[in-house]
């Protein structure tokens, strides 16, 4: 072959293994062109993110249904290899291009690939996507303390420099304080247009770091995604010049190192005098303290089906009763073995055995099923404890809250939440697939329910509420008191301006009633930090914990005044899952801000 042609030959066989090495992150499907984009991530044991895809339908003629499923293969705590399945569903004008966004659980496996479907027809072509970070494959990583940087701030690429400070351990890649051990300090730094207005996706991140000019340039949806990551128990790091929000400036009476901060919601929002990169190595330490405590949070979550109901009970007795069965085999053993073979032979019908063999086995099935659903029912039963802290002055509600669903029966119904919900499932040794729906909000669909079998989870969430309590002072004596939280009140406490404690119970869902004045409890102003220690108790907290947050001591109640605290049955300010016959048992624990409260 001519020296030419072969050269010709290596540099096409050289381009067509370098194509084929390189992925593609687009697609032409000839009616769609798809292209996928990674958003800012990092290595994270809880939170949310997203992959973005930008799709353009080429018809001018029609529109166009384009549905995306991601598959993330997992095999959390179990050797057994599943894949868990997001879907999401959009409808493309005729001609239209535009951007949309697929969220998925950070902590559960990144997706590689996506399937495609046009008009419910699925293409051939996977789409691969960008893995950004790679899941840590047998478990959630917790030890990773994960910040999210703005570009224009020197982020520290590791925290070997914290070395000066005595109360900072490390080995060169690990970090010791007082919330615990971080792997290591993974900062992800992108431009600030990369950042999302979803705020689910900072869910991810410990804490969020930005300078004042990066806070004038954010959109107005970014800021409203920070300002719900906060409220939600996010921390936020800026720097003196940055113009927030009231509800979110720090406040100069408290302070940390000599840095002003607010504690909003269950978040922090933390503001340093100069340049985020002239913190000292002790300021540092504080921030990784408060990281490491926000991701540490999520790990108690650990542990399997059985474990969980043990420590947070949705159905007592639960487990394998070995006593009953070793009773109920020794019984079938003797109906069917012996004592069948004398009753045969009795009535001189031996051929009668191979039906009463069958007969008496239909018996003890029938048997076993019959004791199990007399003893668990037929219907689902659910448990949930919350807390929320609903201001009405702004119409917000924010809450946390853990719920847990046994089903005697495989149940096909999916559990629905709002899109804007985060939920963090808790299961282990548990293999199989799962689903996820994205449309109309987030549905856990297949693989979640089983049978016999309590699946927990705990949601976050902040949005907008209009209930409320309506009061009325009648001469300093009593405040009458209007129930407009939807819901059953069992016992209700409110603070009057002068901080006198007035008391009632049992209030129906529109009831009206007098609160009596209580000279047993003396009002206390509510620490700032107090609603961010409640957001910390453990996962499997009874409201009761909540309430003696609130209640430290039979005489002394945390309320500031014009406040309230109530204990109300269900949990109004969380999704309600399940439409079908359940068996509820659920409490709040609410602390209301009100109209005219300081």
Same mark, same amino acid.
């Given at each position: 072959m001519?020296?030419?042609?072969?050269? @010709?030959?290596?540099?096409?066989?050289?381009g067509t293994l370098?194509?084929?090495?390189?992925? *593609?992150?687009?697609?032409?499907y !000839?009616?769609?062109?798809?292209?996928a984009?990674q958003?800012p991530?990092?290595l994270?044991?809880?939170?949310y993110t997203s992959?973005?895809f930008d799709?353009v339908?080429?018809l &001018?003629s029609?529109?166009?249904?384009v549905?995306i499923s991601?598959?993330?293969?997992?095999?959390?705590?179990?050797n057994?290899d599943?894949?868990?399945?997001?879907?999401?569903t959009?409808s493309?004008s005729?001609?239209?291009?535009r951007r949309?966004?697929?969220p998925?659980?950070?902590w559960c496996g990144?997706? &590689?690939?996506a399937?495609?479907?046009?008009? !419910?027809k699925?293409m051939?072509?996977l789409?691969l996507v960008?893995?950004?970070?790679?899941?840590v494959?047998n478990a959630?990583?917790?030890?990773?303390v994960t910040v999210?940087?703005?570009? +224009?701030?020197e982020a520290?690429?590791d925290?070997a420099?914290?070395?000066?400070?005595?109360?900072?351990?490390?080995d060169?890649?690990?970090?010791?304080?007082?919330?615990g051990?971080?792997?290591?300090l993974?900062a992800?730094?992108?431009?600030?247009? *990369?950042?999302s &207005?979803f705020?689910?996706?900072?869910?991810?991140f410990?804490?969020?770091?930005l300078t004042?000019? &990066?806070w004038? +340039?954010?959109t107005g949806?970014?800021?409203?995604?920070?300002?719900?990551?906060v409220h939600?128990?996010?921390?936020l790091?800026?720097d003196r010049?940055?113009?927030l929000p009231?509800?979110?400036k720090p406040?100069d009476?408290?302070?940390?190192?000599?840095m002003p901060?607010s504690?909003?919601?269950f978040?922090?929002?933390?503001a340093?005098?100069?340049s985020?990169t002239?913190?000292?190595?002790?300021q540092w330490y504080?921030?990784?303290d408060d990281?490491i405590?926000n991701?540490k949070r999520w790990e108690?979550?650990?542990?399997?089906?059985?474990?969980?109901?043990?420590?947070?009970s949705v159905i007592?007795g639960?487990?394998i009763p070995v006593r009953?069965f070793i009773?109920?085999?020794?019984?079938?053993v003797?109906?069917i073995g012996?004592?069948?073979?004398?009753?045969?032979i009795k009535k001189?019908?031996r051929?009668?055995?191979?039906?009463t063999?069958?007969?008496l086995?239909i018996?003890a099935?029938? +048997?076993l099923?019959?004791?199990?659903?007399?003893?668990d029912?037929?219907s689902?039963k659910?448990r949930?404890?919350?807390?929320?802290l609903l201001?009405?002055?702004?119409?917000r509600a924010i809450?946390v809250g853990?719920?847990g669903?046994?089903s005697?029966?495989t149940s096909?119904?999916g559990l629905q939440?709002?899109?804007?919900?985060e939920?963090?499932?808790?299961?282990?040794q548990?293999s199989?697939?799962?689903?996820?729906?994205?449309?109309?909000?987030?549905?856990?669909?297949?693989?979640?329910?089983?049978a016999?079998?309590p699946f927990h989870y705990?949601?976050r969430k902040?949005?907008?509420?209009?209930?409320?309590l309506?009061m009325e002072?009648k001469?300093?004596r009593?405040?009458?008191?209007t129930?407009?939280l939807g819901?059953?009140i069992e016992?209700?406490?409110?603070?009057?301006?002068?901080?006198r404690?007035?008391r @009632?119970i049992?209030?129906e869902?529109?009831?009206?009633?007098?609160?009596q004045?209580?000279p047993?409890?003396?009002?206390?102003?509510?620490p700032?930090s107090?609603? *961010?220690e409640?957001?910390?108790?453990p996962?499997?907290k009874?409201v009761?914990e909540?309430?003696a947050?609130?209640?430290p001591?039979?005489?002394?109640?945390f309320?500031?005044?014009?406040?309230?605290?109530?204990?109300v049955?269900?949990?109004?300010f969380?999704?309600?899952?399940?439409s079908e016959d359940i068996?509820?048992?659920s409490?709040?624990?609410?602390?209301?801000?009100r109209?005219g409260a300081?």
């Open positions: 001519p020296r030419r042609g072969l050269t @010709a030959l290596v540099l096409w066989l050289t370098l194509f084929a090495s390189t992925p *593609r992150y687009s697609e032409d !000839g009616s769609l062109f798809i292209q984009r958003t991530s990092a994270s044991g809880h939170g992959l973005e799709l339908n080429k &001018d029609r529109p166009l249904e549905k991601l598959f993330a293969g997992y095999h959390l705590y179990s057994n599943a894949e868990l399945a997001y879907g999401r959009f493309l005729a001609g239209e291009s949309v966004r697929v998925f659980w950070r990144q997706p &590689d690939r399937q495609i479907w046009l008009d !419910g699925a051939e072509n789409l960008p893995m950004g970070h790679e899941a494959p959630p990583n917790f030890g990773v999210l940087f703005s570009k +224009s701030i520290p690429e925290i420099h914290l070395a000066e400070n005595p109360q900072v351990q490390h060169g890649s690990s970090v010791k304080t007082s919330a051990t971080a792997g290591y993974e992800d730094q992108s431009d600030i247009e *990369r950042w &207005d705020w689910l996706d900072y869910t991810q410990d804490m969020v770091a004042g000019s &990066d004038s +340039s954010l949806g970014q800021r409203e995604a920070l300002r719900t990551y939600a128990g996010g921390i790091l800026l010049s940055t113009n009231h509800e979110l406040r009476h408290q302070t940390r190192l000599g901060l504690f909003v919601g978040g922090l929002v933390y340093c005098a100069g985020l002239d913190l000292s190595a002790e504080l921030f990784l990281s405590a991701g108690q979550t650990l542990g399997n089906a059985l474990q969980n109901n043990e420590l947070f007592e639960l487990g009953s009773v109920l085999l020794i019984v079938f003797l109906l012996p004592l069948n073979l004398l009753f045969v001189g019908r051929i009668w055995i191979f039906w063999i069958p007969l086995s018996f099935t029938g +048997s099923v019959a004791a199990a659903l007399v003893s029912g037929l689902i659910l949930s404890v919350g807390f929320t201001d009405q002055t702004r119409h809450s853990t719920t669903v046994y005697p029966l096909s119904q939440f709002g899109a804007g919900t939920i963090f499932p808790m299961f282990q548990q199989g697939n799962r689903g996820v729906s994205l449309d109309g909000g987030q549905i856990l669909t297949n693989g979640w329910l089983r016999r079998l705990q949601e902040v949005e907008l509420r209009r209930e409320r309506v002072s001469d300093g009593t405040i009458e008191v129930n407009g819901v059953h016992e209700l406490w409110v603070a009057n301006g002068a901080g404690i007035f @009632a049992e209030i869902p529109g009831g009206r009633v007098r609160a004045p209580d047993s409890l003396q009002a206390t102003a509510v700032p107090l609603c *961010r409640a957001y910390f108790l996962w499997n009874d009761k909540f309430e947050r609130f209640r001591s039979a005489n002394q109640i309320l500031n005044p014009h406040d309230y605290l109530a204990v049955r269900g949990t109004p969380l999704d309600t899952t399940l068996e509820r048992s409490k709040t624990l609410v602390y209301g801000i109209e300081p």
